[in-house]
């Protein structure tokens, strides 16, 4: 199983809304990745977890949470957000995460949030 | 001046041509990406190359250490070809990613 799986594929929500991205894998990697993606624009990273452990944290502001209750899964908490936060958001994993720019990453096929 | 440039921006060719696009970075690297982003949004990694060239399919990757170029051919290109080619390089902590290259191909 070489797939990584993002819900919603579309997600609505207002500015005083809570809602949460799931993100799962099933290839054993140990690390995992949210990345913010604009339109025409390449992917922002945002966090990374290697080993369950938060390791990078791209100065993302923090009314998004990220969450990983186990090595399989990424959650991505989302609250009181604003309009300029629409975007594609992406979830990827990999091998190890230590030195992750020189690893191969998978991506899911994304969950397109828009902010009212 | 971006550390990783692409080229071209957009290319739209026909059917079974052959394609070229190029990357250049001016950063120390110690291995090169690329990835393919259909218009759906997923992104698929195709190759990561540290030297010389590698091949899958119908695509080949080089990559040139020492003029800090890489190039992606697809040859006998489909329209199911099309979609942004994203050229990614692992600078010391940091993956930094191109702009993007659109290919159309018209059947």
């Known amino acids: 199983d070489t797939e990584v799986t993002q819900t919603p594929k579309h997600l609505v929500m207002g500015m005083t809304n809570k809602k949460s991205l799931k993100c799962e894998q099933h290839?054993?990697?140990?690390?995992m990745y949210w990345y913010k993606q604009k339109a025409k624009k390449p992917p922002e990273l945002m966090f990374v977890?290697?080993?369950?452990?938060?390791?990078i944290n791209e100065s993302v502001p923090s009314r998004f949470s990220p969450e990983c209750p186990n090595s399989s899964l990424l959650n991505l908490h989302l609250h009181a957000l604003q309009p300029e936060d629409s975007a594609l958001y992406l979830c990827?994993?990999?091998?190890?995460?230590?030195?992750?720019?020189?690893?191969?990453?998978?991506f899911g096929p994304g969950t397109r949030l828009l902010v009212l | 001046k971006n550390e990783v440039e692409q080229s071209p921006q957009n290319l739209t060719a026909q059917e079974g041509e052959f394609i070229t696009i190029n990357c250049s970075y001016s950063?120390?690297?110690?291995?090169l990406h690329w990835l393919q982003q259909h218009p759906g949004g997923g992104i698929v990694s195709l190759f990561m190359?540290?030297?010389?060239?590698k091949k899958h399919g119908r695509l080949i990757a080089t990559i040139n250490i020492q003029e800090k170029h890489s190039s992606l051919h697809i040859t006998a290109s489909h329209p199911r070809d099309s979609a942004v080619y994203i050229c990614?390089?692992?600078?010391?902590?940091?993956?930094?990613w191109g702009a993007g290259t659109k290919l159309i191909i018209k059947p």
């Open positions: 990827a994993s990999s091998q190890e995460g230590e030195g992750y720019h020189q690893e191969t990453q998978y």
């Open positions: 290839m054993g990697h140990r690390a």
């Open positions: 977890y290697s080993y369950e452990k938060l390791s």
């Open positions: 950063v120390g690297i110690s291995a």
């Open positions: 190359l540290s030297s010389g060239k």
């Open positions: 990614a390089v692992a600078g010391n902590y940091q993956l930094i």
